[in-house]
């Protein structure tokens, strides 16, 4: 039985978190778990099997048909298109499901426990971001306390990229041995592959690695696309 | 706009937690939100709305299909027998899906969010239980955190039962003119109208009732069935 789950969303940041846990904890023990929340952008989920798949871990999608059924924001509602403005009254962008984060660390370790594991790894960064208040240290400390009560089970929540920016994380990634791996996620936030480069997203990315003086392989990588 | 929101079973409890609300805050200031988790008993969903639209209140079903992807017990496969003992290495029945009310309340709070409704009603409480770990104060008082914390909203969770026994529960339903509503819940774990009289939750509701010195109006009405 594996140690250690990352919550692998087929991303940069979960990708190099993932390698993170299997520098951490040894490959044979690390496991993956995605999401299938009901994203636009099938593509995320593709590109998670395809991270875990060349990282050599198994990777298990469970399904959340809520947050379509909550409803009203751009990520699982087609006719919503992603603005690159925040809504005036939160200061959100709209690609902000409420409580996102709090409901897929709470699943997965409700994954975690019958498995014995008790260390779940996260992208979660506060940080060089767009000010998703469940993304951080405070939110996800309480989190923590909440499910070791809640499920009398010592898990532990690890976000190595809290506190580091975009270029930092490249730097990371690349120190990791995980830059090859990143030529198969997903950032988009238009679900274009090749990337829009246009997008909150795309730009944020592309700022990491030209301060890191690196290449995007998702840009250059034949594996890419 | 509703400004207190009761996560309601369908359950003696949550029932009892309505009347609660209506009282504090007011028939037209309560909404009622259900969950549909593929729970075994379909009945419970009925007696959800049923319970809503005696008490004159709204009611939401959120569908979370994903309990029974994580699976392995009886709540929600139907294969799975209720076992009447505990399980010997957790010391829980095995009707506890991990988190589950953690699970509840943060969909809740989600909700909540985009209607500014800042007061969330819950039947949980950590005595006379079967030691659900996700039901206790300490627990919810944690959750709570992460929520104001994660949301950026300043939600405040209400758990009028935490601390009442089963006949403290029904003295308190008593009191608040919820006894009538009571008829249209449902407790039993085998799914039963009228109910089995043998399952840990008849017997405990029998027991709370007996104490209490009142009739179950679930056993009397004719409402009931």
Known sequence: MPQALVVLSGGQDS????????????????????????QRHRVELDCARRVADFAGVSNTVLPID?????GGNAL?????AVKQTVDAQTQLPNTFVPGRNLIFLTFAAAFAYPRN????VGGMAQTDYSGYP???EDTLQALQQALRLGLEFPVTLHTPLMFKSKRETVEMARDLGALEALAYTHT???GQRPP????PAC???AKGFAEAGLADPLLTSTAAG
């Open 15 to 38: 990708t190099t978190c993932l390698y993170w846990a299997i520098a951490r904890f040894g490959k044979e023990q690390v496991t993956t778990l995605t999401f299938d929340y009901g």
């Open 66 to 70: 809520t947050f379509a059924a909550l």
């Open 76 to 80: 699982t509602e087609s006719a919503v």
């Open 117 to 120: 594991i008790r260390d779940l």
């Open 134 to 136: 469940d993304c951080r």
């Open 188 to 190: 988009c936030y238009n």
């Open 196 to 199: 829009c480069g246009r997008c």
């Open 203 to 205: 730009v944020l990315r």
